[in-house]
C-alpha cells in the first residue's frame, strides 16, 4: 500500500471574468437563495473551458475543472503545462492561498509554498528578521528557527546582506533566501512554482540538489511546476500535464514530458489573447510554420518559413519596427536567436505580414519553442513568452544517407573535411 500524503478530490476552481465576486446583486441573492433550500449553486452549471487564447461568450470560466490525484510520501511530482493552463491556480488551492469552488485536498503534514518571489516577506524587515516570520507563518516555534538559521542563511548565499531589508534585495535574492527558508525548516510537503527561474544557474543548481536530497534522503513530499523540462526530468518522478484547466496525462516523467512536447499545432491565433506583455500599438494576429510548401511540417535541412500577421491599425512603416524572436529547445535552453536589427534596408513596407526564411534549417529533429518580441522607439508593443512551438522532423542535413542523433548535436553546420598527404 502507498503511503499516501496528499489526495485532491474532485478540484474544481471558477472565477467570473473582470469582476471580483460574483458582480452583480441579483447574482448574490440567486446563490443564496438556492443555498437556503439545499440546492447547488447555479453558477456552477455554466462557464468555459480555461482556454485563454480564445474569445469566450460567458462572463464564467474554469480554471480548473474536475482535478484528482494522489501523492505518495518522498514523491516528486512535476506539474507541467502551457502558461495559463492551470498550474499556479491548482498550487495555490493545494497550499489554501486559496479556496476551491468544490472538491477537497486531503493533507498529512505540514505544507511549506514557494510559489511567487518574495511572497510573505515583509519588504521592511531584514532577512533575518523575515526568516523568523516565514517560519512562524509555517507553524514552527522560535527554538526550532533558530536551531536552522545558520544553515538556512549560508544555502541562501545572502549572507553579507542577511541584516538587511529585504526591499533592497534583487528579485534573485529573495527568492534565494525564501527557498532556503521552505527547504530548511522540514516542511512534509514542498510546494514550488516556476519561482526557481528566477535564480542564476549556480543557486538553481544547488535547490534542485537539495529537493533530491528532500525527497530522497529525507522521504520528504515535493509538488514542482517549471517550464524547464531539464530541470523536471532531473528532478522528478512522475508528471501530470496540465491542459485548459484540466489533467491531460498522467504517468512517468519521461512519458509526459513527450505528451507535453508534442501537442504543437502548425497554426496559431493570438487576436484574444491574453497573456503578453506591451502597449499594443504593434501586436501578433496569428503565426504560421511551415516546411518546404505551407501543409509540410519542418524538416532539418529543408527550408523553414515562420509567417507573422501583425495587428498594425496605425498602420506603421514595418521597418521601424524591432521585431527579435528567440528559439528554445526542449529543456529552456536558447538556442537560436534573431532579430530585425540585424538586416539592415532602405525601403518602406506598410502592411501587416513578416516572414522569417531559413533557406537551410539546421536545428535537428525534436520541438522548439518560440518567444517573440517587438519594439517600436524603445517601447515594448508586444512581449509573450513560449508563444508558440514548432516540431521538426529528421532530415538528411549533409546528404549522406544519415541523420544526426539528437543527443549528439541539436545544431547542425556546413563544413568539410581536407585530406591532405
Not at 527550408?303 to 524591432?322: C, G, V, W
Not at 548535436?409 to 568539410?416: M, N, P, R, T, V
Amino acid at each position: 500500500m502507498k503511503d499516501i500524503i496528499l489526495k485532491a478530490e474532485n478540484i474544481s476552481k471558477q472565477y467570473r471574468l473582470g469582476q471580483v465576486g460574483t458582480g452583480t446583486l441579483s447574482h448574490d441573492l440567486n446563490r443564496w437563495w438556492c443555498q437556503l433550500r439545499g440546492k447547488e449553486d447555479p453558477y456552477l452549471k455554466i462557464g468555459e473551458t480555461n482556454d485563454r487564447s480564445t474569445k469566450g461568450e460567458s462572463d464564467y470560466v474554469w480554471a480548473l475543472q474536475d482535478i484528482n490525484f494522489e501523492v505518495a510520501r518522498g514523491e516528486v511530482l512535476g506539474i507541467i503545462g502551457k502558461n495559463g493552463a492551470g498550474k499556479s491556480t491548482l498550487l495555490k488551492i493545494l497550499s489554501k492561498v486559496t479556496a476551491p469552488t468544490t472538491g477537497s485536498i486531503k493533507s498529512r503534514g505540514r505544507i511549506a509554498s514557494l510559489l511567487e518571489v518574495g511572497t510573505g516577506f515583509n519588504g521592511e524587515m531584514t532577512g533575518r528578521e523575515n526568516i523568523f516570520l516565514n517560519g512562524a507563518i509555517l507553524g514552527m516555534t522560535k527554538k526550532e528557527i533558530a536551531s536552522k538559521l545558520d544553515e538556512i542563511i549560508a544555502f541562501s548565499g545572502c549572507e553579507r546582506y542577511i541584516d538587511t531589508p529585504v526591499k533592497r534585495y534583487s528579485s534573485g535574492m529573495t527568492v534565494r533566501l525564501a527557498f532556503a527558508v521552505a527547504a530548511f525548516l522540514e516542511p512534509e510537503i514542498l510546494v514550488i512554482d516556476e519561482v526557481l527561474a528566477v535564480g542564476d544557474a549556480e543557486f538553481q543548481k544547488k535547490a534542485i540538489g537539495k529537493m533530491q536530497d528532500i525527497s530522497r534522503g529525507e522521504g520528504r513530499t515535493v509538488l514542482f511546476v517549471s517550464h524547464n523540462m531539464a530541470a523536471v526530468q532531473a528532478l522528478c518522478t512522475r508528471g501530470i500535464v496540465m491542459k485548459n484547466g484540466s489533467i491531460d496525462f498522467v504517468g512517468g516523467i519521461e512519458d509526459c514530458t513527450q505528451h507535453y512536447l508534442n501537442d504543437s499545432s502548425l497554426n496559431y491565433e493570438f487576436e484574444d489573447f491574453q497573456d503578453r506583455v506591451g502597449s499594443g500599438l504593434v501586436k501578433i494576429k496569428a503565426v504560421k510554420t511551415y516546411g518546404v510548401d505551407e501543409d509540410v511540417i519542418p524538416q532539418t535541412g529543408k527550408p523553414f518559413t515562420m509567417e507573422f500577421i501583425l495587428d498594425n491599425p496605425k498602420n506603421i512603416d514595418l521597418t521601424k519596427i524591432l521585431f527579435d524572436l528567440r528559439i528554445d529547445d526542449n529543456m529552456g535552453q536558447r538556442i537560436v536567436w534573431m532579430s530585425t536589427s540585424l538586416l539592415e534596408t532602405s525601403d518602406h513596407f506598410f502592411g501587416d505580414k513578416l516572414v522569417f526564411k531559413i533557406k537551410k534549417l539546421n536545428l535537428n529533429e525534436g520541438t522548439y519553442y518560440v518567444t517573440t518580441h517587438i519594439m517600436i522607439d524603445n517601447v515594448v508593443t508586444d512581449w509573450i513568452q513560449n508563444a508558440f512551438s514548432f516540431k521538426i522532423d529528421k532530415g538528411d542535413y549533409y546528404g549522406s544517407g544519415r541523420n544526426i542523433p539528437t543527443k549528439q548535436s541539436k545544431f547542425l553546420i556546413d563544413f568539410k573535411v581536407e585530406y591532405d598527404n
